[in-house]
Nanobody, 122 residues
Framework: QLRLVEVGGGLAQPGGSLRLSCVVS????????WAWYRQGPGEQRTLVAR???????EYTDPVNGRFTISRDNAKNILYLQMNSLKPEDTAVYYC????????????????WGQGTQVTVSS
């Protein structure tokens, strides 16, 4: 029911910046738990940042202070501003959102984008 498309990945130098966008389209579900994940080579997919139910940003330690997650509620776009990039940030980045038919529903499903490659290298 939902389509998530990540854009904005590419090659950046250490200390540089990139801005990722996740465009969500589709109807019939309400959206919750917006988040960014990443998966480096030979690694498990891990949480990078998320928005709480009150749109409060939360970050994992490796990116805290360098990345900023935000959302455009009107356009259903999730952003990840990445500053002070490090080589260890190299990974495929995925956006993730939970869909429900209504707020109180127990029928909840995670939706994922196709991922966008971020490479940090000089």
């Amino acid at each position: 029911q939902l389509r998530l498309v990540e854009v904005g990945g590419g090659l950046a130098q250490p200390g540089g910046s990139l801005r990722l966008s996740c465009v969500v389209s589709g109807n019939g579900v309400r959206l919750y738990h917006w988040a960014w994940y990443r998966q480096g080579p030979g690694e498990q997919r891990t949480l990078v940042a998320r928005l709480t139910k009150d749109d409060e940003p939360e970050y994992t330690d490796p990116v805290n202070g360098r990345f900023t997650i935000s959302r455009d509620n009107a356009k259903n776009i999730l952003y990840l501003q990445m500053n002070s990039l490090k080589p260890e940030d190299t990974a495929v980045y995925y956006c993730n959102v939970e869909g429900r038919p209504y707020f109180w529903s127990t029928n909840r499903r995670d939706y994922w984008g196709q991922g966008t490659q971020v490479t940090v290298s000089s």
